[in-house]
Structures are given as C-alpha cells and as structure tokens.
C-alpha cells in the first residue's frame, strides 16, 4: 500500500522561506518520478514541480527560479524548497508519486501552506 505523507507547512510571511518533505512507503521510490502540486481555495490543483527518476526536474514560471524539487532516494523522500515566498503561493500542497504504464500515481494528504503578513 502507497503511502505518502507531507510535513513542513505552516505560516511564513512575504519573501520568507519554508521547506516541504515528503515521505514515501510502499513503492520502489528510486524508480518513480515524483510530483509536487498545490491547490489554492477555488482553484484546480496545478504543478508546481516534478523530478524524474533520473533527477530531471521541471516547473512552471510561476515558481521557476524560487522553487527548488530534490529527492533522497536513501530516505525515500522528496522535498520541495520554496524561497521568495508570495501571497499568491499560499495553497494546500499535495506529494504525488506520477503514475506509470504498470503502477497507479498515489496523493499524499497534503499541507497547508499560508504566506501572509
């Protein structure tokens, strides 16, 4: 059974920083790209970052430059560091392992992240 859960979140004021973690059980992490998505109150859940197994990553430019997708295969964990946090990056953010032609994709629970002053 995928299990995915998320930490970091919280309150950080404009321009501040925080760092996502996201932890992985019940797949073979190493070979599964690995997705950050965000979802702001009535708004669709859009990407923010994704890595490939192989350590590709790509973001869209709302976050490009700000937003740095790591993982540590050792730990099982993908983290997402945000940097030069805006108001408008305040969501709930999702983990998401991406689905392949033989295994399903799988949502962590997602955590809030709320950037205000």
């Known amino acids: 059974q995928v299990q995915l859960v998320e930490s970091g979140g919280g309150l950080v004021q404009p321009g501040g920083s925080l760092r996502l973690s996201c932890a992985a059980s019940?797949?073979?992490?190493?070979?599964?790209?690995m997705g950050w998505y965000r979802q702001a109150p009535g708004k669709q859940r859009e990407l923010v970052a994704v890595i490939t197994s192989g350590d590709g990553t790509n973001y869209p430019d709302s976050v490009k430059g700000r937003f740095t997708i790591s993982r540590d295969n050792a730990k099982n964990t993908v983290y997402l560091q945000m940097n030069s946090l805006k108001p408008e990056d305040t969501a709930v953010y999702y983990c998401?392992?991406?689905?392949?032609?033989?295994?399903?994709?799988?949502w962590g629970q997602g955590t809030q992240v709320t950037v205000s002053s």
């Open positions: 019940g797949i073979i992490f190493s070979i599964r790209a």
């Open positions: 998401k392992v991406e689905p392949t032609v033989l295994a399903r994709g799988a």
